[in-house]
C-alpha cells in the first residue's frame, strides 16, 4: 500500500510553534504597549484545567545576560523567599478554562528597568499561589518571548512551527495529502506595506496591496513531487524584505513487513543498524540522530509494518554505520520525541551536565540546540570485556547474607569503582551477596532510584557499562552474588512508552496504552501503573530481565513493590490488596518462570508483605520474600519487651516450607536502629541504653540473635557500624552523611 505524504518544512525565524506565550501586538518591540497570553494547554501542562488564581514570576534577558538562566529586572519574589509574592500586578486575568492574559504595558516601567537597558527577552513562569505548581516549556525549560527591533519586517505567521532547534527541518510542520494549509504572512511594527507577494519555488503565487498581511491556502496541486519553497517579499516605500524561507517536501511512503530477524529496539549487525519501534495507532515516525544532523530527511521515514489494529512497528535498517556511537530519537507523529525504550545508554539533557569526568570519563555530550527530551545511544563497536567469572557459582539461598547498598550514599564519590575498592571490606564483614538499589536510568542525578525512566540503561550518575560489568566480575571472582533492584510497578513520565500515549508531555496515560494502566489498580501506586497482564508488557519485562542477566551477569532481582503487580482493583482499601490475589500470583510466577528460562538459579525476591497464605504459595514456587523485623529488633534493642519477640524473620514461625525468607533488622525503607537507641532507649539505674557505648552494645547483641536464626538475611549499609543519623534527617529520601570514619573501635566489633 502507498500513501503520499507531504512535509512542510517553515524556516520563518518569527514562527511561534507551540510557545505557550504569546503577545499582542504579535511581534512586539521595546516601544510597544504589551500584552501577554499564557496557554495552560501548550508547554509542560502542569496548570492545565488548574481552577485557582495563577501569577507570573518574570524578569528580562538582555545584553548584559550571560545565558537564558540569567534573568535581570526580575519581578516579585517566588513564594517563601521574600515579602512581595502574589500581587495585581502579576497576578493573570483568566480569558477561558485555560488562557490567561498578563498587562505589561510599558516595559521599562513594568519591570523599573532603566531606559537605555537593551532588552532581548522576555522570560515567564506561572505558578499558583504558594509555587507548588509550575507552568513551563514544553521541556520543563523557562518561557521567553523575544522582541523585536522597530523596523518594517516580514514574517510567515503560519503554519506555526518550532524554532526551537536552530533549523527549522529539524522541527517540521507535516500535512498529509487531503489537507489544505493555510500561509498567513504579516508585516510587523504596524505597518502597512505597499505590496506583499507569495513566491512558490521562486514563482509568484499571489499578492495584495496596501495590506499588513496575505492569506493564501496551498494545497497539493500545488506542490511538486520532492522539495518545493515558498517565501513572501513585502515592501513600503521602496524598502523591501524577503521572509526566511519554507521548504515543502512531497515524498511517497511505502508500507513494509518487517523481517523476522529484526525485534523491537536496537539491533546491530556488522555494519549496519536496525531500529524498530512498537507503535499501534500511530501515522508515522521519522529516525532522528547524529547520521542527519537531527534534521527530517526522506530517507529516513521508517517503513510501517501494520499487523492488525492494535499492533503496529516502525522499523528502518540503515547501512554503513560509523565505527563511533551515535545519539538517535523517534519522531512520532511530528509531535513526540523520543529515545528507544530499549536503549542501553540514555542522554539526559537536564543533568549530564551534573555528572563528574572522573564517573564517568568522556561522555557523549546532549546534542544541546537540535532536540529535546531524552536520547538514546547506539554504539556499533562497544568496548568488549573479557569476562573471568565462568566458574563462579551463586550461594545457596540458605547462605545469603545481602548487603543492601544505595551507591549515592555508599561514597562521596558515587560510582561503581567505589564499590570495587571496598571489595576486601566486604569480604571481612562476611556478607555473600550485594543487593544494589536500582541502578537503571532514572529521573534526576541523586536519588533512591524508585522513578525509573529507562528499564534497559544504567544511570551514568554511578558509571560506565564497563565499570559495572568489573564490578559485577569482581564480585563473583570473590564468591560474592550481585542482585539487582528493579522496579515494575510503575515508570516516571520521561519514559518512552508513556509519552507515546499520554495526556500532555506528561499527563496520564490514555486507554490506547498498551502498556500502562490509565488509573492505578491498587493504593500504593506512584507515577505510571504497569499493566502487568498486557501481553506487551509481558514482552517487554521479559526482556529486560534476559538483558540484565545475559549482558551484565547479574546474579537475580529484587522485584520493588511486587504486590502492586495486579489488575485486580483495590482502590483505597490497603486490606482488600493485600488479600490473596490469585491473578498476582500468576502474573509473579510468569515471570520468574521467563527468568529461570535463563538462568535456572537467579534469585527472586519479592517486597511483597500481602497474605501469608499468598507469600507461601510463591515461597514454594522457588521466589524468596522480605521479611521485615525493623520493629520487633529495634523495641529489644531499646530495651523494651513488649513487642521484642524476634522469630517473625524465621520461615518456620510463618508456617512455610522453605527457607525463603530474607529477614532483616534494617532497610533503606526503615529507621535506623542505633538512632532509636540513642533518641529513645529505656534504661534501668545506671543502665543507660542511650549512651553510645551502650547502645553500640545492644545493636552488637541484636546481631548475634538476628545472624543465627536460620535462613537468608539482608543488612542495610552500615547498620554493621551502628549507623545512627535518622532516615529522616534532613528527610526520608535525602542524601545522608556517609561515615566511615565510623570504621573503629566499638562500632566496627559490631559484625
Known sequence: MKKIAYLLCVLAVFAFAQNPVYSEPSFATINDSIIIYYDATLGNQVLKDFTGDVYAHTGLITKGSSDDGNWKYVWMSWPGQGSVVNTEKNKLTRISANLYKLVIGDIHEYYACPEDTVIEQLAFVFRNSTGTMVGKDVSNADIFLPLYEDVFAAAILEPAVAIDFGEPERSPYFIYEYDTTNVHVVVGSNDIADHIKLFLNDIEITSVNNSDSLVYDVTPSNLNVGINYIYAIADKNGVYDTTASACIAIHTTNEGLRPSNIKDGIMINDSSASFSLFAPYKN??????DFND???????????????????????????????????????????????????????????????????????????????????????????????????????????????????????????QTLINKIDYFKTLGITAIELMPVCEFEGNESWGYNPSFYFALDKYYGTATKFKEFVNLCHENGIAVILDVVYNHATGQNPMVRLYNEGTYGAPTSANPWFNMTARHPY???????????????????????????????????????????????????????????????????????????????????????????????????????????????????????????????????????????????????????????????????????????????????????????????????????????????????????????????????
Request: hydrophobic share 35%; with cysteine; net charge negative.
Open 525 to 751: 501506586s506512584v507515577f505510571n501503573d504497569l499493566n502487568h497482564e498486557s501481553i506487551h508488557t509481558k514482552y517487554m519485562l521479559d526482556r529486560v530481565n534476559r538483558f540484565w542477566i545475559e549482558k551484565y551477569h547479574v546474579d537475580g532481582y529484587r522485584f520493588d513493590l511486587s504486590k502492586g503487580f495486579t489488575q485486580t482493583y483495590s482502590g483505597t482499601d490497603v486490606g482488600y490488596w493485600g488479600q490473596y490475589d490469585a491473578g498476582r500470583v500468576a502474573i509473579l510466577k510468569r515471570m520468574a518462570d521467563k527468568i529461570w528460562e535463563v538462568d535456572s538459579s537467579a534469585y527472586i525476591i519479592l517486597e511483597h508483605f500481602s497474605d501469608n497464605s499468598e507469600e507461601i504459595d510463591l515461597s514454594n514456587y522457588g521466589m524468596m520474600l522480605w521479611g521485615n523485623g525493623n520493629h520487633n529488633y529495634c523495641e529489644a534493642s531499646m530495651g523494651y519487651l513488649g513487642s521484642s519477640d524476634l522469630s517473625g524473620v524465621n520461615s518456620a514461625s510463618r508456617g512455610w516450607s522453605w527457607r525463603h525468607l530474607i529477614g532483616y533488622m534494617e532497610s533503606h525503607d526503615e529507621e535506623r536502629m542505633m538512632y532509636k537507641n540513642k533518641e529513645y532507649g529505656n534504661s534501668s539505674g545506671t543502665y543507660i541504653i542511650k549512651l553510645e557505648d551502650t547502645a553500640l552494645d545492644r545493636i552488637e547483641l541484636a546481631a548475634v540473635f538476628f545472624l543465627s536464626i536460620p535462613g537468608p538475611k539482608m543488612i542495610w549499609q552500615f547498620g554493621e557500624l551502628g549507623y545512627d543519623y535518622s532516615i529522616n534527617d534532613p528527610c526520608r529520601v535525602c542524601n545522608k552523611p556517609i561515615r566511615w570514619d565510623y570504621n573503629k573501635g566499638l562500632r566496627k566489633r559490631i559484625y
Open 294 to 416: 537531527w534534521k527530517i530527511d526522506p530517507a529516513y521515514q521508517m517503513k510501517k509494518d501494520v499487523r492488525n489494529t492494535d499492533s503496529t512497528v516502525f522499523w528502518i535498517t540503515l547501512d554503513d554505520m560509523p565505527d563511533s556511537s551515535m545519539g538517535f530519537q523517534y519522531f512520532v507523529d511530528g509531535e513526540i520525541r523520543i529515545a528507544d525504550a530499549y536503549s542501553e545508554l540514555i542522554l539526559d539533557p537536564w543533568n549530564d551536565r551534573y555528572i563528574s569526568d572522573v564517573v564517568y570519563p568522556n561522555m557523549k555530550h546532549y546534542p544541546a540546540g537540535k532536540t529535546d527530551f531524552p536520547v538514546g545511544v547506539v554504539d556499533p563497536t562497544p568496548p568488549v570485556f573479557n569476562w573471568t567469572d565462568s566458574e563462579y557459582e551463586k550461594p545457596h539461598k540458605d547462605d545469603l547474607v545481602i548487603y543492601e547498598v544505595l551507591i549515592r550514599d555508599w561514597d562521596y564519590a558515587h560510582s561503581y
Open 284 to 289: 508515522f515516525v521519522y529516525l532522528l540522530g
